[in-house]
């Protein structure tokens, strides 16, 4: 069975930090590009970011709203992504969800996310 | 980075209408576009592919169309099951975005 499955969210102070990880099972981890999407409470789906497969470059790309305050990396050793959040502000409270599609061979992937983890809360607050 | 807009923001309906959901990008992002329900407390879950691919499992009465800019998803005849919230997303860029969302609730 395919999985994700996030952790590390919680209450967090503006201003500060945390480390958001989503642990992979059941697929391809090294070939995936793997997302990042946020939700805040009562409002829409934010897509915050992506990093590559090592082999496309293990580049990651950002949301305005986020980059240069966000860092998602990769270990692909250990099937994990992660998602640095600093500086957070109010606003960044959502429940984060970690996304990708099973397929990787490139002439059959979907451009789309077909699998999705239950999400980590996030909440910014004083 | 592409922006995407949906009407309506909202519906209302019964049990077996014929429901659709434009999407529109702000600039053409050829059939890089994919649709999702999102029920309350969950993940989003896909249902269209490439602007028209039914992903595997979703039921027949959901159909996508489109291309370049402007996109329609549709239900034929929509089920207890479907009221939910449904979002467009393009993957054309690299800076991925998602539409807004249309809210379909019980008339």
């Known amino acids: 069975e395919v999985q994700l499955v996030e952790s590390g969210g919680g209450l967090v102070q503006p201003g500060g930090s945390l480390r958001l990880s989503c642990a992979a099972s059941g697929l391809t981890f090294n070939k995936a590009w793997m997302s990042w999407v946020r939700q805040a409470p009562g409002k829409g789906l934010e897509w915050v970011g992506r990093i590559r497969s090592k082999i496309h470059g293990g580049t990651a790309d950002y949301a305005a709203p986020v980059k240069g305050r966000f860092t998602i990396l990769r270990d692909d050793s250990r099937n994990t992504l992660f998602l640095h959040v600093n500086s957070l502000k109010i606003e960044d409270t959502a429940v984060y969800y970690c996304?990708?599609?099973?397929?990787?061979?490139?002439?059959?992937?979907?451009?789309?996310?077909?699998?999705w983890g239950q999400g980590t809360m996030v909440t910014v607050s004083s | 980075d592409i922006q995407m807009t949906q009407s309506p923001s909202s519906l209302s309906a019964s049990v077996g209408d014929r429901v659709t959901i434009s999407c529109r990008a702000s600039q053409s992002i050829s059939n890089f576009l994919n649709w999702y329900q999102q029920k309350p407390g969950k993940a989003p879950n896909l249902l269209i592919y490439?602007?028209?691919t039914l992903q595997s499992g979703v039921p027949s009465r959901f159909s996508g169309s489109g291309s370049g800019t402007d996109f329609t998803l549709t239900i034929s005849s929509l089920q207890p099951e479907d009221f939910a919230t449904y979002y467009c997303h393009q993957s054309y860029s690299p800076i991925l975005t998602f539409g807004p969302g249309t809210r379909v609730d019980v008339k």
């Open positions: 490439a602007a028209s």
């Open positions: 996304a990708t599609e099973v397929e990787t061979d490139p002439a059959k992937v979907k451009n789309a996310f077909d699998i």
